[in-house]
């Protein structure tokens, strides 16, 4: 119901009854999860506690990290900064679940705390985080707390923090007995410069950020993995920088060939976004049709919806048609929306109309595969 149709309330209402079921399994917790997790989304959150209140309380469903994390992210969003944390200590002390807190716990609460600027709270969680001493420290939750700091202008605390992630990280390296490459230590420190970039061009710097980006990328010559290469790609193009962003990420792009998993589907949307930015159309789908075979989970919902949003409608029913042709393909309703509306605006009614009956096929047929 919620990735055919988007009903969020019928999956709640049928999702009610697993509760009266002799087996209650992971997978219906997963379904729980799920079906909060949109509400909370979609900004429904009465909604979204009422539900959490009847599977895990009333009836006592095993929840999982997942649920727990979207209550504590959803109360620091409100600006209940107390409850959230309240909650937090509860899910500790319960011991429901073995692996609460866990690292999407770490950056829930870091980063919520650096918003309600409790930055002292925010790195006494991290050092309590990294007691044991084979704990990696979480590159994006310290990322939470070195972007909190140079925000606030504090470079010196800033890079106080950088180098305490760098000593606790290789204290669990010699803990562990890891490899240094293979524990993906270089990338998660470039991760971390990525920010520090940052600073240097908001301070218009631009010398110094570039210093960075040699320093922990170009004189390496680090194989970048796909999240780090995310974070430089967005700050080069952001200050300006394309022509280093489209060398770095036609190298991800090669190198993503030989099976080094250096790109996912997020750095092929920064890319082809630059483009739409630019007014770069044809360059925009260049940019996806070379990359769309070497990532299996780029959805084509994102080419489509783009070039509906520029008036693009030949392009975006180019690549819909080839999308329903694929028979390994998967087009959600949401997409299939998105074309019925294109079509309308464009008064094209009888594709519109040829389309709702499609979408309603294919929903159908994906429904009848849960029965």
């Known amino acids: 119901m919620i990735r ?13 009854l697993a509760v009266f079921t002799s087996i209650k399994s ?7 999860q799920s079906i909060i997790g949109g509400m909370l989304r979609d900004k429904r959150l009465k909604d979204a506690y009422d539900l959490y209140e009847f599977f895990f309380n009333q009836h006592n469903l095993r929840p999982n990290s997942h649920c727990w994390n979207y209550i504590i992210e959803s109360g620091f969003q409100q600006g209940l900064v107390n409850d959230a944390l309240h909650f937090h200590h509860r899910c500790i002390n319960s011991g429901q679940v073995h692996d609460y807190p866990s690292d999407d716990s770490f950056r829930i609460l870091t980063k919520g705390l650096v918003h309600s600027g409790r930055l002292d709270q925010a790195e006494a969680f991290l050092r309590g985080r990294t007691v044991n001493r084979t704990t990696y420290p979480d590159h994006v939750a310290y990322n939470n707390l070195i972007r909190g700091f140079l925000d606030l202008g504090n470079f010196k605390k800033a890079n106080l923090v950088l180098g305490e992630f760098k000593r606790l990280f290789l204290i669990a390296l010699s803990e562990t007995k890891d490899d240094l490459h293979h524990s993906n230590y270089e990338n998660r420190v470039a991760f971390l410069m990525a920010t520090f970039m940052e600073y240097w061009f908001k301070q218009g710097k631009q010398v110094e950020a570039m210093e960075c980006y040699n320093r922990c990328v170009l004189s390496n010559r680090l194989l970048v993995c796909a999240e780090t290469g995310n974070a430089l790609l967005k700050v080069l193009l952001k200050y300006g920088e394309k022509k280093n962003a489209w060398a770095l990420y036609h190298e991800l792009l090669d190198k993503n060939g030989t099976g080094k998993g ?21 360059e925009a789908m260049e940019t996806y049709k070379k990359a769309r075979p070497k ?12 070039f509906c949003e520029n008036r693009m409608l030949s392009e975006a029913e180019s690549v819909f048609v080839d999308s329903l042709a694929d028979d390994f ?3 959600d309703v949401n997409t ?24 309603i096929d294919a929903t159908l047929k994906e429904v009848s595969h849960l029965f």
């Open 4 to 16: 055919c149709v988007g009903d969020l309330d019928t999956a709640a209402k049928y999702a009610r």
């Open 26 to 32: 992971e997978s219906t917790t997963t379904i729980c």
């Open 262 to 282: 250096c790109l996912d589907s997020d750095t092929i949307k920064i890319m082809v976004d630059e483009c739409f930015d630019m007014g770069w159309f044809s």
């Open 295 to 306: 990532n299996d989970y780029l959805s084509d919902k994102y080419i489509i919806t783009r």
């Open 329 to 331: 393909g998967y087009i």
């Open 336 to 359: 299939y929306k998105t074309m019925i509306d294109a079509y309308v605006k464009a008064g094209r009614i009888h594709d519109a109309i040829k389309t709702s009956n499609k979408m």
